[in-house]
């Protein structure tokens, strides 16, 4: 399966999607490629959108290795770590403050949207390992939302089962096997940009803030 391009991705999306259409739901893109996936989803259900700002922690010896993820307001870290709490304290603080200011940056100063009791529909442009996704989803759990849906175009079939363990419902349109990255599946992988995301944001919120009226 190859994609046109990010929004030709949502369009395929979009509806395995319609059994939320009556549900008080948010969705929350991971950025930057996942905000051109979510924009048509959010702007096509009428539905909020906002960004789900998540960094994995990497151990000190090897930096790709994950052994946590950070997000603005929590963190979780790998039962097996035998990393020293003084590293995961510096590594949370730094993360966060970074992850604080890309978020003030990319929504312009606009408060977080309220997930608790609401279907939360998280939305990528493709995921790899899984390990930010599936690190997220664990916190997301904390804030008590009614259901969790991960909606994505493609990942490996291992990942996607991983993923679909732990959430209500997962939508992944595609499962390559070999599977070499999620930009050899689109046709035009073009890098989004900062501006890029905060037009969509600003579009998007203001799409919903019209339909409520």
Known sequence: MLFKNRKDA???IIPYLDRY???NSVVLAVPRGGVPVAYPIAKAYGWPLDLLMTKKIGHP???EFAIGAVNIEDYIIDDRSDVPQ???NDEVQKIRTSLKEKYMHFTEGRKAVDIENK?????????ATGN???SAIKMLREKNPEKIVVAIPL??????ERIRLQVDDLICLYTPEPFIGVGQHYADFTQVNDQ???ELLRNANHFYESEKK
Do not use: R
């Not at 279907?119 to 995921?127: N, Y």
């Not at 990942?155 to 996607?160: I, M, R």
């Open 10 to 12: 949502a369009q395929m």
């Open 86 to 88: 003084s590293y995961i």
């Open 61 to 63: 010896s090897h930096s």
């Open 196 to 198: 890029e995301v905060m």
């Open 119 to 127: 279907t939360i529909i998280i939305i990528d442009d493709g995921v």
């Open 132 to 134: 930010t996704v599936l």
């Open 21 to 23: 259409k009556n549900k």
């Open 155 to 160: 990942a490996p079939l291992e990942t996607a």
